[in-house]
C-alpha cells in the first residue's frame, strides 16, 4: 500500500538515489506547497510541516508544526492569497534527505516582495516536509 502511495505522488523505489529525481521531487514538492496557498487550503498547508518545523516569522521563531500552524492561519483567511512563491533553485544534499528550496514571493498584484528559503527533509516514507523556512525583504 505504501509502494502504491508514493507511486502515485510519482515516487519510485530507483528515484531515492537519483539526484536529479530527488531534485525534481522537491520542485514538485515545493510547488505543490505554494498551491495550498493559492487553492487557500489550510489543512494541504499544514500536511507539508515536518512536527519539528521552524518558521523564522518576526521577532521570535516559530518552534513545532503547531504553532506554525497556528501563526499562518490567518493567511489563508480571506478569499484571495495575500502572497504567492515558486522556487528558482533547488539542491539536494548527495545523502539524499535534506534539501533547499528558494525563489521569489510575490504580492497579489504580481510585484516581487521577497525571496523564500526552505529546507526540506526526506522522511521514511520518501515524502519530503518543510523543516526550516525564512523568508527576506527584496532587495531595492
Do not use: H
Amino acid at each position: 500500500m505504501v509502494l502504491t502511495m508514493l507511486a502515485s505522488k510519482g515516487y519510485t523505489m530507483s528515484d531515492e538515489s537519483n539526484p536529479e529525481s530527488l531534485r525534481q521531487q522537491v520542485e514538485r514538492t515545493e510547488q505543490a506547497f505554494a498551491a495550498t496557498m493559492a487553492e487557500r487550503d489550510f489543512e494541504a498547508f499544514k500536511t507539508f510541516l515536518d512536527e519539528n518545523a521552524i518558521f523564522f516569522s518576526g521577532e521570535k521563531p516559530l518552534r513545532g508544526a503547531e504553532q506554525v500552524a497556528l501563526a499562518w492561519e490567518s493567511f489563508f483567511q480571506d478569499e484571495a492569497a495575500p502572497f504567492s512563491w515558486t522556487p528558482d533553485t533547488v539542491e539536494v544534499l548527495a545523502t539524499g534527505d535534506l534539501a533547499l528550496s528558494s525563489g521569489p514571493v510575490y504580492d497579489p498584484q504580481g510585484k516581487l516582495v521577497g525571496r523564500f528559503n526552505s529546507i526540506w527533509r526526506r522522511q521514511s516514507s520518501g515524502e519530503w516536509r518543510v523543516v526550516f523556512d525564512k523568508g527576506s525583504d527584496a532587495c531595492p
